[in-house]
């Protein structure tokens, strides 16, 4: 069965740096565009990057764009997300999510990446805070 699995997140200081991994099984990881989105209690899910199967689109939120930085490696069956120059408002439950579409239309992509019902697998969540 699908199964998404996070990890990675803890306790880091305002202006520091932390690597999020997401553990993929159970599908063509390769075949599925990924996001990843965060969430704090009482609000929907806040998609922060997109990445298309490739790698040659990736996409990010305005409020985290020049801080983050979303990788994959397809051979592993993994998905990244650094965090860097982190601050207390980044603070969340980060998930990674897969985009519904196997094979995904690039375009439909482009435009639907942060589109909550895009998504059929979610992952448990890793959470991140920032204090200091």
């Known amino acids: 069965q699908v199964q998404l699995v996070e990890s990675g997140g803890g306790l880091a200081q305002p202006g520091g740096s932390l690597r999020l991994s997401c553990a993929a099984s159970g599908f063509i990881f390769s075949a599925y565009a990924m996001s990843w989105a965060r969430q704090v209690p009482g609000k929907g899910p806040d998609w922060c990057s997109g990445?298309?199967?490739?790698?040659?689109?990736?996409y990010y939120a305005d409020s985290v764009k020049g801080r983050f930085t979303i990788s994959r490696d397809n051979a592993e069956n993994t998905l990244y997300l650094q965090l860097s120059s982190l601050k207390p408002e980044d603070t969340a439950l980060y998930y990674c999510a897969r985009y519904r579409a196997a094979p995904p239309v690039r375009e439909i992509y482009y435009s639907t990446w942060s589109f909550d019902d895009e998504y059929d697998y979610w992952g448990q969540g890793t959470q991140v805070t920032v204090s200091s």
């Open positions: 990445f298309y199967r490739d790698g040659s689109d990736t």
